[in-house]
């Protein structure tokens, strides 16, 4: 069966990724939303806490995927948000278990020590933001919008998936 989650990947020297993950546009929907503050450091209020030995499981519903080696670092020098942050010089990625539908993802990037180059992407392949370089001290805010299907139809039935959709758009 397959995993529905929203796959970012981040290729990085070092990234500040507090993620927010809004509810999908559909209106029927109402859960909360997702606001992640990556690293070992103080926790901002009404975000959730990532810490890099946080693996993926479905009963948490997110973490990151197995096989990256992640660095926590707290610069413990700025607000909650920007003085930690986690990150590897290899590819790495963080999912969500979420039900279908667009999502408003906003990623703040930055390091007040160093300058920072981060490309993300979405759903294994998908290109959201192309080398988002910060200047030493600099953050920069992005949004993009992530669309979350899955073969499953609502009322009953699925579509079928061919295997190229299971190996290069899902994680399994």
């Not at 450091?41 to 806490?49: A, E, I, L, R, S």
């Not at 010089?89 to 390091?111: E, I, M, R």
């Amino acid at each position: 069966m397959l995993r529905k989650t929203l796959s970012l990947l981040a290729l990085t020297w070092f990234v500040s990724f507090p993620v927010i993950i809004p509810q999908p546009s559909s209106a029927a929907y109402e859960k909360p939303i997702f606001r992640f503050d990556f690293g070992a450091g103080k926790t901002m209020p009404g975000y959730t806490q990532v810490q890099p030995t946080m693996l993926y499981s479905p009963a948490l519903g997110y973490g990151f995927e197995p096989g990256a080696t992640l660095t926590s670092i707290d610069r413990a020098r700025t607000d909650g948000l920007r003085s930690d942050f986690i990150t590897s010089d290899k590819p790495f990625y963080f999912s969500g278990a979420l039900p279908g539908g667009n999502y408003k993802v906003t990623v703040t990037f930055g390091d007040v020590d160093e300058p920072t180059d981060t490309t993300v992407k979405a759903e294994l392949r998908r290109l959201m933001l192309e080398r988002v370089q910060t200047a030493k001290g600099k953050f920069a805010t992005r949004s993009f919008v992530v669309n979350v299907r899955t073969p499953e139809i609502m009322g009953g039935g699925a579509v079928k998936l061919k295997d190229r959709e299971k190996t290069m758009e899902w994680r399994a």
